[in-house]
């Protein structure tokens, strides 16, 4: 199994524009759960997605960031417009039956200039 | 909502020492509790967990501690090497069903002195 997959690896954009984040879930993988990583907030819970259908999206900052998953092997997570405030490293994370153990992906690297 | 919060924020030990860090939460449904190892520039890995059905558990040099009526559980590393050096996270979860997802305390910044 190739785990959790994230692109792209590094993002560096200007302030204003669209930035958006992929992932792809470990196959079977019923839970996908999108964090953001930052030295003064540490690993935030974004939203959490079960069987393609959003549960939790009360750690989404603002009305800025969306997320969808369309299917059960893609999301998709979505700033727009991007500030600089949002430069952090976002991970997926996919997990089983239960939301237990999760896998992370890789992580994206966003640079808001 | 579940609050966890993790003591020390930076732990420097001498390689063949022990470390142990400290996590507390707010949440007296919580019932699962895992540690992640993340190391600089990787993601974090999950290293050990604990439900709150048993109150330790080891896996070769690394154990985890429940505490369920003091709310507090701890990561025990036994016998230090340079590999260990990284950043460690403690979460609590309900895992029985609603809506919360994880919730992870700040993270110990842990340094294995040669």
């Known amino acids: 199994d190739a785990g959790v997959i994230q692109s792209p690896r590094h993002e560096v954009t200007e302030m204003g524009q669209e930035v958006t984040l992929r992932c792809k879930p470990i196959?079977?993988?019923?839970?996908l759960f999108w964090y953001r990583q930052t030295m003064m907030r540490g690993l935030e819970l974004l939203i959490y997605?079960?069987?393609?259908?959003?549960?939790?999206d009360s750690g989404m900052p603002e009305d800025r960031f969306s997320a969808k998953m369309p299917n059960a092997s893609f999301s998709t997570l979505k700033i727009q417009p991007s500030e600089p405030r949002d430069s952090a490293v976002y991970f997926c994370?996919?997990?089983?039956?239960?939301?237990?153990?999760?896998?992370f992906g890789p992580g994206t690297r966003l640079l808001v200039l | 909502g579940e609050n966890v919060e993790q003591h020390p924020s930076t732990l420097s030990v001498q390689e063949g020492d022990s470390a142990v860090i400290k996590c507390t939460y707010s949440d007296s449904a919580s019932n699962y509790f895992p540690w992640y190892k993340q190391e600089l520039g990787k993601r974090p890995q999950l290293i050990i967990d604990?439900?709150?059905?048993?109150g330790e558990k080891k896996d070769q040099r690394i154990a985890v501690t429940l505490n369920k009526t003091a709310k507090h559980f701890s990561l025990h590393i036994t016998e230090t090497q340079p590999e260990d050096s990284a950043v460690y996270f403690c979460?609590?979860?309900?895992?029985?069903?609603?809506?919360?997802?994880?919730?992870f305390g700040k993270g110990t910044h842990l340094i294995i002195q040669p």
């Open positions: 604990i439900r709150s059905n048993v």
């Open positions: 994370a996919s997990s089983g039956l239960a939301k237990e153990t999760q896998y």
């Open positions: 997605f079960n069987n393609n259908v959003p549960i939790d």
């Open positions: 196959s079977g993988h019923d839970y």
């Open positions: 979460a609590a979860l309900y895992s029985g069903g609603g809506a919360d997802g994880l919730t």
